[in-house]
């Protein structure tokens, strides 16, 4: 199934019905007066988000979403049958955003988390409604409040406890591939990841879910390369993963280049917990991978891990500080494992 993380769509909800003009007609019974009964009212539009669902692939191929008007009342004081509701069901994580993309209108980040985005318009008054003491024979009646329609982008941002991030071809997927059962592609070029993909990882009790996006160049911002759009996949994250390819020849300036494009997407990115990692040590050796991660140590002031995502050296370690942070800042709580040795 092709991943499709944005969507436009259109949407009108139920109109309202009209009021009815009647006069209550029965033998022996004189000056029935007026029985014109009320219009019903138009059908609401709802946004569900549902579990089942991990793309926007669906609104790709019906763009136009519509409740049912309400129906005209008739005589005998009988209201006309509202509209139906259209309930529009969408992955955990969606957003709906106006036409400009500037407004979040609604934010659906909870499993069962359900919306009401339009209102249906109210029926319009049959004649009985205006009978008073000094009008006892109305003619009056007025029409259901009208539709409202809407042109509206849903815009999907994955629901992961972990983000992927660095540059193209420094190991992101292969990582992925390593610690779950996802199935990204890999191979030695850049920009082989041209999705985001997400995969479920399990430390010991406890587990996790990691989002792989596309790698960033410097001036992703500005649109170069796949651009900064698949960073929304990584705004709810409770941690950022950022993997370099320490056979570079300047993995410091990677580095901030990687830094550099988070801070102007926004969002608090820039501020997000981060765990660095030097990939691809196996192609080094031990002594060398460990003088790259100590110049990078001594130029960015926090602690360089190091691993190869391909042998597996270290990945173990790195997927338990994961979860010690992941679990800190979701529950409150820690891992507690006495069989883990991060030596």
Partial sequence: MKFLDEAKIYLESGKGGPGCVAFHREKNIAFGGPSGGNGGKGGDIYFQAVETLNTLIDFRFMQHYRATHGKHGSGRNRTGPGGDDLVI???????????????????????????????????GYGNAHYKSATNQAPRKFTPGWPSQEMCVWLRLKLIADVGLVGLPNAGKSTFLAACSNAKPKIANYPFTTLHPNLGVVKVGERDFVIADIPGLIEGAHEGLGLGDRFLGHVERTSVLLHIIDCTQDDIVKDYKTIRHELKEYGCDL????????????DALGAELAQDQAQMLEDAIGKKVNIMSAVSGENTKNILYQLAEVVYREKYGEGIEDTSFDPT
């Fill in 89 to 123: 069901r969408v992955p955990v994580g969606t957003e709906v955003l106006d036409d400009e993309k500037d407004t979040v209108l609604a934010d659906l980040s909870e499993e069962g988390q359900i919306v009401k985005f339009m209102k249906g318009g109210d029926g």
């Fill in 270 to 281: 820039e501020n997000r917990l981060e765990i660095v990692v030097i990939n691809k040590a």
